[in-house]
């Protein structure tokens, strides 16, 4: 890196940083928090926990910000990954080309924060732009798409046999709809932009056919994987395309955004032209005319028309749609209950219906005259217990997520009881307050159900909650270290919690204060729950 883009990459994140101390004042304002001034990113996390502790967990938080959960997940998790990066930050020191990409990302949440809650006024400007960058955004994401399409052509050069290819990764409906969408066989120019991208992400695709390309070293290094990378960035690629496929101006945060996240993309791909590994020139895609340049943009409006937008993440991997989630061990036992009690349902009418026959036959014959009809005595009600759910309707309690997430937090066993025994799921994030309020009797109470915990990949989450309340001073009590043990004992997140401990022994070791020891004892701990 010469020393004008160093200057210039840092002229850049420092922008960013002051964006960022700017906004989290407001923030912190709206969630009852008075500062006078914005710090750095630690500091801006270690204050939205303040938060979370005094408004009651993070739902809540979410709510002054009206956010959903995912949006608040995503939130925090971008402002992590940034004080990972850049704890603190003092004038005039070194910064990354990983580091800027932190920092901006995160200005283009709090710009999306800032379209969910008008009031918030901050300003996230970085620059004045002008129509030159929105050109070449334009061009940008064409050679994105481009790079991946010709990636995907050149492991897959015969169409029928990638045609066959893509009905073993999704299906043949899917196959015939992009063949319909698309130009006369060609299958990738049906295809929405999130889906070739999904054919490059995906882990075993990626490792077979793309991964010689991409992992250099030199760039897709903001997480520690290339292809988790390029994953988040394509992701944000997306997002950004469909701004343009509706004729919306980019922000001078995501015009920056992009450009950083072209360069990465495309320089291995480059060097690799440069040294004959590929055919790809991404250099010879970016030299594009007027016309060219509309036409795909007008394909791309044409395309959006039709699929009604590209609105799927780039998720990790390729999930077939065929695959059915196996029953847990609570349906099975209410298919098979539901079964037996069929089963006898239909004994006691026959057991009935031949009782009335036997009483009708042994009757003796009578005149028809005086042929009166016989009385059956009433049988006797039964009256079972009621159920948990009818239990909770005579309590007047609504059957929905917020009455049960209500009875957790306020450590309500009894009330969590009956919806558990009723039927109803649950998930990890929401144990976050009791957690806190250290409330293990309502918590004790989930695990005695933990097929009912449906969460998606939970784990990221509540490991992240965790760390950061235990380096508040919290410990790792028994029952956090059952919670972990219960559902972040698979492959991948014991992976990744490795890689968290060597990466806070690195820093440890480079800076060894007393927060980066601490910050390492705390991921070593937790490592050594779930391994």
Same mark, same amino acid.
């Given at each position: ?22 906004? #989290?004042? /407001?923030? =912190?304002? $709206?969630?009852?928090?008075?500062? @006078?001034?914005?710090? *750095?990113?630690?500091?801006?996390? %270690? ?61 283009? #949440?709090? /710009?999306? =924060?800032? $379209?969910?809650?008008?009031?918030? @006024?901050?300003?996230? *400007?970085?620059?004045?732009?002008? %129509? ?61 932009? #999130?889906?070739?991208?999904?054919? $490059? ?83 010879? $895609? ?246």
């Amino acid at each position: 890196m010469t020393s004008s883009t160093s200057h210039h990459i840092r002229g850049q994140f420092e922008q960013c940083i002051g964006i960022i101390r700017l906004a #989290s004042v /407001e923030i =912190l304002l $709206l969630l009852d928090l008075r500062v @006078s001034e914005g710090k *750095d990113p630690r500091w801006f996390l %270690e204050q939205l926990d303040t938060a979370r502790l005094g408004l009651g967990g993070w739902g809540p938080v979410a709510k002054r910000l009206n956010l959903n959960d995912a949006e608040m997940s995503d939130f925090t998790l971008q402002l992590r990954l940034l004080q990972q990066r850049v704890p603190q930050y003092e004038s005039g020191q070194d910064v990354s080309e990983n580091q800027l990409i932190a920092a901006v990302r995160f200005v283009t #949440s709090l /710009e999306h =924060l800032r $379209l969910q809650q008008p009031l918030l @006024s901050y300003n996230t *400007d970085l620059a004045p732009g002008n %129509e030159s960058q929105q050109l070449q955004a334009h061009k940008q994401v064409r050679a994105i798409e481009l790079i991946i399409r010709s990636l995907i052509m050149q492991a897959w050069p015969d169409q029928v046999r990638l045609n066959n290819h893509l009905k073993t990764l999704f299906n043949a409906d899917r196959v015939r709809r992009w063949l319909k969408l698309g130009e006369r066989n060609d299958v990738l120019s049906g295809m929405m932009f #999130s889906e070739m991208a999904q054919m $490059l992400v995906d882990k075993k695709e990626f490792s077979r056919y793309y991964s010689r390309l991409f992992n250099d070293g030199t760039n897709l290094t903001l997480l520690v994987e290339p292809r988790k990378t390029l994953q988040i960035f394509l992701d944000d690629i997306r997002q950004i395309r469909n701004a343009l496929t509706v004729q919306q101006t980019l922000t001078s945060a995501q015009l920056l955004m992009l450009d950083n996240y072209y360069g990465q993309i495309s320089r291995p791909i480059q060097r690799a032209f440069e040294e004959g590994r590929t055919r790809i020139n991404p250099t010879g $895609l970016m030299a594009v005319d007027a016309s060219e340049l509309h036409s795909f943009w007008e394909n791309a409006q044409k395309m959006d028309r039709q699929t009604g937008g590209d609105l799927f993440e780039v998720r990790d991997s390729i999930e077939k749609p065929t695959q059915r989630a196996p029953r847990t061990p609570e349906q099975r036992d209410q298919l098979i209950s539901g079964t037996l009690w069929g089963a006898v349902g239909v004994m006691v009418l026959a057991i009935i219906a031949g009782g009335v026959w036997l009483v009708f036959s042994e009757m003796p014959s009578a005149p028809a005259a005086t042929v009166t009809a016989p009385v059956q005595a009433p049988l006797p009600e039964t009256r079972d217990k009621p159920s948990p759910r009818e239990k909770l309707t005579k309590m007047g309690v609504t059957w929905d997520e917020n009455s049960l997430r209500s009875a957790i937090d306020r450590n309500d066993t009894r009330m969590t009881l009956l919806f558990l025994q009723s039927g109803m799921d649950w998930k990890l994030s929401w144990t976050e307050q009791a957690m806190a309020a250290k409330n293990d009797e309502v918590l004790e109470v989930l695990m005695r159900y933990p097929q009912k915990m449906v969460e998606e990949k939970p784990c990221r989450r509540f490991i992240s909650t965790l760390s950061h309340a235990m380096s508040n001073g919290e410990s790792l009590t028994s029952v956090r270290k059952q919670f972990l043990a219960a559902f972040c004992t698979v492959p991948a997140v014991v992976k990744r919690q490795k890689r968290e401990v060597e990466q806070a022994t690195l820093r440890a070791q480079a800076q060894p204060d007393e927060s980066n020891k601490r910050w390492q004892s705390i991921q070593t701990d937790i490592y050594d729950v779930i391994r």
